[in-house]
């Protein structure tokens, strides 16, 4: 067993917190872009079905990748080995870009 001098925190607090916020993160995102659906839905059907058939998904793909970063962070910080890639944060990165060009070619549109 390991002493606290070793191990001054909790190994598995950080990562879950890590986890719990990246998982608001995607239901911001969920919850935003539904609101986006309905005022682009005012003026354009079509733009809002695809800005929801692309952006929603994003958000449960983030959902799943947090999910699958605290299960190899968990094995990680208990094997003493590197931590995970950054496909999360590229992943939100990517899909905040989307939301913000689909918005401006909505204000410009409209």
């Given at each position: 067993?390991?002493?606290?001098?070793?191990?001054?925190?909790?190994?598995?607090?950080?990562?879950e917190?890590?986890?719990?916020?990246?998982?608001?993160?995607?239901?911001?995102?969920?919850?935003?872009?539904?609101?986006?659906?309905?005022?682009?839905?005012?003026?354009?059907?079509?733009?809002?079905?695809?800005?929801?058939?692309v952006?929603?998904?994003?958000?449960?793909?983030?959902?799943?990748?947090?999910?699958?970063?605290?299960?190899?962070?968990?094995?990680?910080?208990?094997?003493?080995?590197?931590l995970?890639?950054?496909?999360?944060?590229?992943?939100v990165a990517?899909?905040?870009?989307?939301?913000?060009?689909?918005?401006?070619?909505?204000?410009?549109?409209?």
């Amino acid at each position: 067993m390991r002493s606290e001098a070793e191990n001054p925190w909790d190994i598995g607090l950080q990562n879950e917190r890590t986890t719990l916020a990246w998982s608001r993160t995607a239901l911001s995102f969920v919850v935003g872009g539904l609101v986006v659906v309905r005022f682009i839905a005012h003026s354009s059907t079509t733009l809002a079905i695809v800005f929801a058939a692309v952006t929603l998904p994003l958000a449960v793909v983030i959902t799943w990748l947090a999910w699958r970063r605290y299960r190899r962070g968990q094995h990680r910080l208990h094997g003493r080995s590197p931590l995970p890639d950054g496909a999360l944060p590229g992943a939100v990165a990517a899909l905040a870009v989307l939301v913000g060009i689909i918005g401006i070619v909505y204000v410009l549109l409209s």
